[in-house]
C-alpha cells in the first residue's frame, strides 16, 4: 500500500477512511472486505493509530491503488487524522467510515451509494450491523449487547433526536456513508468527542 501524499487528488465517488489500531489479525479481512465491494469507484485511507503488533506489515503489504496509508504520528489523533484527511476528499462525493476489525457486507456501497444517490432530501445512511465475535462467528440474539441496539426503524429527524436524548445512540459509526460537503461544512469530527 502506498503512502497517502499530500498532493494526492481523490477523484472518486466515494471516500473511505479505515481507522487502525492494533487488529493485524482481522485487518487483512477488513481490508478485503472493502476490497471486494461489487461498488468499485472508491479510494480508501487507512490512518493507523501507532499500532505496535503487526498492523502495519498487513498495510504495507496490501496491493490494491485505491488503497493508501496514512500515520497519525503520535497517540492519540483520530479525530485530527480523520478532519485533515476529509478535508481533502471532494464535496461532491460520499464519504464512508470503517475501523481495523469490521467486514462490510459486499452490496455495502453499492446500496448506500444508490439509496443517498435517489434521495437528495437524505445526508446520511446508516446500515444494519451484525455483531460477530474473533472468528467471525455471529452472536446469538442477547448474547452481546450490540445484537440489538443497532437493530432500529427509520424516523424522522424530530424521532432520531428524541430517542438520541431518551436512550442514547444507536447508529454505529463503521456504518455510516455521507455526503462529504455537510461533514465538511460541520467541520469533521468534534476533537472533545474522541
Known amino acids: 500500500m502506498q503512502p497517502l501524499a499530500n498532493t494526492h487528488k481523490f477523484q472518486s465517488k466515494v471516500n473511505v477512511i479505515l481507522s487502525s489500531y492494533n487488529h493485524a489479525d482481522s485487518l487483512l479481512e477488513t481490508l478485503n ?3 471486494e465491494q461489487s ?4 479510494e480508501c485511507v487507512v490512518v493507523d493509530d501507532c499500532s505496535n503488533d503487526k498492523s502495519i506489515d498487513v498495510i504495507e503489504a496490501f496491493d490494491d491503488p485505491r488503497f493508501f496509508f496514512k500515520s497519525t504520528g503520535r497517540n492519540p489523533r483520530w479525530c485530527e487524522a480523520w478532519n485533515e484527511t476529509i478535508d481533502k476528499f471532494p464535496a461532491e462525493s460520499f464519504y464512508a467510515m470503517a475501523h481495523s476489525d469490521d467486514l ?13 444517490t435517489h434521495n437528495a432530501e437524505y445526508v446520511a445512511s ?6 460477530i465475535n474473533q472468528n467471525g462467528e455471529t452472536f446469538p440474539q442477547g448474547e452481546h449487547s450490540l445484537t440489538a441496539v443497532f437493530q432500529q426503524p427509520n424516523r424522522t429527524r424530530h424521532e432520531w433526536l428524541r430517542y438520541f436524548f431518551l436512550h ?3 447508529l454505529c459509526h463503521p456504518s455510516v456513508i455521507l455526503r462529504t460537503q455537510v461533514m465538511q461544512e460541520l467541520g469533521g469530527y468534534r476533537y472533545n468527542f474522541t
Open 33 to 35: 472486505s472493502i476490497a
Open 39 to 42: 461498488f468499485i469507484d472508491f
Open 104 to 116: 462490510w457486507h459486499p452490496y455495502k456501497l453499492e446500496k448506500q451509494v444508490q439509496f443517498l
Open 126 to 131: 446508516f446500515s444494519d450491523v451484525t455483531a
Open 168 to 170: 442514547g445512540n444507536c
